[in-house]
């Protein structure tokens, strides 16, 4: 049910919620006040009194939902609309020469769901409204000036509603653009650095299942080098250097459980990040990672390219205080071990005052 009438970002709707909270109390409390001040006699000391009630409901539960919009359960967003709706209506059925003022309250509700809610709660609560405006109408009115304002105030619902989800659902898609952009190399397909540094964070954080399961055994980091691109490069072109990545990135999920982020960092620089893994399953992915690149050339026309990699593997023990940057360094340093070696290889250290641990 959330994804059909929940909030589509908490965050916003807080703000919405404030800031038409805040200036509903603030109009319940003046339409009285103005009202006394006018002498017009349905206002006095009695709705004063009621209207600060509600006002201070009405902030009371503007402070809750902006303090920890996260926390509110999905049908709570709906709820206060329906709230709103039913307000208006009580007023209205009290003091039915408030006229089209009290109406217009209406427009509160739908205002907020067409810009925060998700398009199904914003239909329900815009349906709502026109039913409580026809309550309203045909309650206090004789029936062709009922009729004439139900359709009225019901066109002007409608027309707001369906301008207010196509704009949230424009600015959704946008939104969701942004984030895989953000979040998805556009070359390769791959993760970001951004993601990979996400990933990174989640496994470091403590697991209480996996905890019960079996003791962690740590995260673990490969990076992963293109041989001699730049002669690539410069021999076939930067298309086929491209493609390259493209060719080797696939290789590299293909060999990658399903728990592991396999990022572009920049250039020809790859990554996989292991979560709950040991040095020793490091080794041991990126040496099929590295079987499988040199045993699947790249097509190229009705040429095949062949293509290796030098992979440098990092490990942190779990519990390690030392974020994504100490393991980085460390598999930086084991690449370029790697590379030193002769490319083409995997490279690990193995200890702090140990060489390093090749597999070619």
């Known amino acids: 049910m959330k994804e059909l009438v929940g909030p589509r970002d908490t965050g916003a709707a807080a703000w919405g919620a404030s800031v038409i909270g805040a200036g509903c109390a603030v109009l319940a409390v003046g339409y009285e006040l103005l009202g006394m001040a006018l002498g017009r006699s349905s206002s006095n000391g009695g709705t004063l009194a009621v209207a600060s009630v509600v006002a201070v409901v009405i902030l009371a539960m503007v402070v809750g939902f902006s303090r920890a919009p996260d926390r509110m359960p999905w049908w709570s967003w709906i709820t206060i609309c329906l709230l709103g709706i039913g307000v208006i209506l009580a007023e209205d059925l009290i ?42 109408v045909f309650t206090t009115r004789a029936v062709p000036d009922a009729v004439g304002e139900l359709v009225a105030v019901g066109a002007v619902i409608l027309m707001a509603t369906a301008l207010l989800v196509h704009m949230g659902g424009h600015q959704q898609r946008l939104t969701e653009q942004l984030a895989a952009l953000a979040s998805q190399d556009p070359l390769t397909g791959l993760a970001t650095r951004r993601e990979l540094e996400a990933a990174a964070a989640q496994a470091a954080a403590p697991h209480p299942r996996r905890l019960r399961d079996a003791p962690p055994r740590g995260t673990a980091l490969l990076i992963v080098d293109l041989d001699s ?8 072109g930067h298309l086929v250097g491209d493609a390259a990545l493209v060719h080797v990135g696939s290789l590299l999920r293909a060999c990658s459980p399903r728990t592991a982020t396999v990022a572009r960092l920049g250039g020809d620089e790859l990554a996989v990040l292991l979560p709950d893994a040991s040095r020793d399953d ?43 940057t100490a393991l980085y360094a460390e598999a930086d340093a084991a690449l ?20 390093p641990s090749v597999a070619p």
């Open 336 to 355: 370029y071990r790697a590379k030193l070696g002769g490319r083409s290889q995997v490279c690990a250290v193995v200890a702090a005052d140990a060489g």
């Open 95 to 136: 003091a039915p020469e408030t006229g089209a003022s009290g109406q217009i309250g209406l427009l509160y509700a739908v205002v907020f769901a067409g810009a925060h809610l998700q398009p199904a709660g914003a239909w329900l609560v815009a349906s709502l409204a026109i039913g409580g405006d026809a309550v309203i």
């Open 282 to 324: 490091a080794v041991r992915v990126a040496e099929e990672m590295l079987r499988a690149v040199l045993a699947t050339p790249m097509l190229q026309g009705a040429d095949e390219v062949s293509l290796s990699v030098s992979i440098g593997a990092g490990h942190l023990a779990a519990g390690a205080a030392a974020g994504l």
């Open 229 to 236: 691109f730049k002669a690539l490069n410069d021999t076939y």
